[in-house]
C-alpha cells in the first residue's frame, strides 16, 4: 500500500469493505488512464483468492481460456477447461470453498470485455453472486473496466437479476494538484507549482500520463515529446480513449468537439443542433455517459431552470487535443517549446486556468474559509448588457453573500488597471440589477501569483492563489 499517492477516502473505503462482516460487491469505475487497476491491485497487494483480466478484442473462446489460465494459477492444476460461463463460475466456487483465507477477495478487472456476443457470460455472474457468493459472508468481489457505460447499464443500472446487488460503487477520479504534486515528488521532479498547474492543465491529473513524463526533461520538451513527436506515446491516445470506453463513440466524440469549441459550455438544444444528432433517450444516455466518466459537466446558470442548464467540457487532454493536436497537420516536434508565447497559446491558459480552478472548488472554499458554510456554486451571464457580461463561478453562500469570482492566468502578479477595473464594475452592477440579490456581494479574485497592490486591488474583497489550489 506504500506505492499508492494519495487516493486516501478510496483506501479508507476499500479497507471498511475488507474489514466488513458481510459480503460486498463493489464496482469501480472511472475514465480510462486513470488508475482504477493499479489503486485495487496495490491496496490488497497478494491477497487475492481469484483475478482475472478480461481480454480485449478476444471472443467466447478466448476469454474461457484466460479464465480457466487464472482458475489454475490460484487453484487446481488439473482443472478441466470449462466449456461454458456456467461451468467456469461453478469452477470457481470450488475454488473459494477450498481456499483458507478468512477474507476472500476476488478482482474482476476489465469485466465488460468478457460479455463477448451470446457468451451469457451476465447470466454466469449474477447466479454466481446471487446464488453463492452474496450469502457467504465473507466474499469481498470486486469489478471494474474502462467501459463505463457498460457498467452503468449491466452493472449498476441492471434491471434484472444484479438489481440493486452492488454493495458499494467507487468513482475513481483524477488526482488533484496536492496529488498531482505528491505523485511528481516521488518521481524526483524538481518542478515548481506553477509547473505542475501548466502540466495539469494539458493531461489532466490522469497517473497513466504522468507516469510518461521525465524529470530530466522540462514541461515544454515532455510535452513535444509525447504528443507531437512522430513516436511520441500519447500522439495517437485520442483515437483509443473513447473507443474504449464507449460503444458507437464517435457519438460521443461529436459532443465533446462541439463544446470543445464554446468554451463556457452549450444547452442540451444547442448540442443537438450542432451535432445533428436525434433527440430522444439515446442522446441523454451519451450526455449522462460523458458525465460519469468526467468528460463534461452539468450546471445551471444563476437563477436558471434545470431544462436551461449547460453542458461544459472540463476533460483537459480533450481540451488539448481540440485545440492543438487536431489542428498540427504536420507534428512539428518542437511545436509546443516555439508556442508558448503565441496568442493562441495565451488564450488557451486563460481559459485552461478558469477550468483549474472550477476542478478545485472545495480547495477554493478552504482558501476563503466557508469550507464548513453550505453553498452552491453557479454561472451567471447577463441577457441584457451590451458588452455579454458573465461570471464564470459563482457561490452562492447560506450565511447570506455571494462570492463573485473572476478567475486570471498570468506569469507574475496580476494588475488591475482603471481600465479592467471599470469592467469588473460593470459586471457587478449587471449582476445587481439582472437578479435583485439579497445577500452581500463579495468581488472575489482567483490567480496564480495575486494581485500587484494598487488603489484598484484594495477594492477586491477577497483574494485566491495557485497554492491555495494544492
Not at 489503486?39 to 478476444?58: I, K, P, W
Request: with cysteine; charged share 25%.
Amino acid at each position: 500500500m506504500s506505492t499508492i499517492i494519495g487516493r486516501t477516502q478510496q483506501q479508507a473505503e476499500l479497507s471498511s469493505l475488507y474489514q466488513s462482516k458481510q459480503s460486498e460487491f463493489l464496482v469501480v469505475y472511472g475514465r480510462r488512464r486513470v488508475g482504477k487497476t493499479f489503486l485495487v491491485r496495490e491496496y490488497f497487494e497478494h491477497s487475492f483468492d481469484f483475478y482475472v483480466t478480461g481480454l480485449a478484442n478476444a471472443n467466447t473462446q478466448d476469454q474461457l481460456v484466460n479464465f480457466h489460465a487464472a482458475l489454475r494459477k490460484y487453484g487446481n492444476k488439473s482443472l478441466p477447461f470449462a466449456k461454458t460461463w456456467f461451468e467456469a463460475f461453478q469452477q470457481l466456487i470450488k475454488l473459494l470453498e477450498n481456499s483458507k483465507s478468512k477474507k476472500k477477495v476476488v478482482f474482476f478487472d476489465e469485466l465488460p470485455w468478457m460479455d463477448t456476443a451470446k457468451s451469457k457470460f451476465m447470466s454466469a455472474f449474477e447466479h454466481f453472486w446471487n446464488s453463492w457468493a452474496s450469502a457467504q459472508k465473507n466474499v469481498k468481489l470486486i469489478v471494474c473496466g474502462s467501459a463505463t457505460s457498460w457498467l452503468m447499464d449491466k452493472i449498476i443500472n441492471n434491471r434484472g437479476g444484479l438489481h440493486n446487488r452492488t454493495t458499494q460503487q467507487m468513482y475513481l477520479k483524477p488526482f488533484c494538484l496536492a496529488e498531482t504534486e505528491l505523485y511528481l515528488k516521488s518521481k524526483n521532479f524538481t518542478w515548481k507549482r506553477q509547473q505542475i498547474a501548466e502540466c495539469y492543465m494539458i493531461f489532466g491529473g490522469i497517473p497513466y500520463y504522468l507516469s510518461l513524463l521525465q524529470k530530466k526533461n522540462s514541461l515544454s520538451q515532455n510535452v513535444d515529446r509525447l504528443l507531437f513527436a512522430e513516436d511520441g506515446r500519447l500522439r495517437q491516445e485520442f483515437s483509443s480513449l473513447y473507443a474504449s470506453l464507449f460503444r458507437f463513440s464517435e457519438k460521443y466524440i461529436k459532443i465533446v468537439e462541439a463544446l470543445s469549441k464554446k468554451l463556457k459550455g452549450l444547452t442540451r438544444d444547442e448540442i443537438l443542433k450542432a451535432t445533428k444528432h436525434p433527440d430522444g433517450g439515446s442522446f441523454s444516455k451519451i450526455l449522462k455517459d460523458l458525465e460519469l466518466c468526467g468528460f463534461i459537466r452539468k450546471y445551471n446558470g444563476f437563477g436558471k431552470q434545470k431544462r436551461e442548464a449547460l453542458f461544459q467540457l472540463i476533460d483537459f487532454y480533450t481540451l488539448f487535443y481540440f485545440r492543438f493536436i487536431k489542428k498540427n497537420r504536420y507534428f512539428e516536434e518542437r511545436f509546443w517549446a516555439n508556442s508558448t508565447d503565441s496568442s493562441a497559446v495565451r488564450a488557451w491558459k486563460g481559459y485552461a486556468f478558469e477550468l483549474l480552478c472550477l476542478c478545485h472548488i472545495s480547495e477554493i472554499k478552504q482558501a476563503l474559509g466557508i469550507q464548513g458554510v453550505l453553498s452552491k456554486v453557479a454561472a451567471w451571464k447577463s441577457e441584457h448588457s451590451n458588452d455579454g457580461a458573465q461570471i464564470d463561478l459563482l457561490i452562492e453562500r447560506n450565511d447570506h453573500v455571494i462570492n463573485l469570482c473572476e478567475m486570471k492566468f498570468s506569469n507574475s502578479q496580476f494588475t488591475i488597471d482603471k481600465a479592467y477595473f471599470k469592467k469588473l464594475q460593470n459586471k457587478v452592477e449587471a449582476f445587481k440589477a439582472e437578479t435583485n440579490p439579497q445577500q452581500a456581494i463579495h468581488l472575489t479574485f482567483i490567480s496564480a501569483h495575486g494581485l500587484k497592490p494598487n488603489v484598484y486591488s484594495q477594492q477586491i474583497q477577497n483574494e485566491v492563489v495557485l497554492n491555495d489550489l494544492f
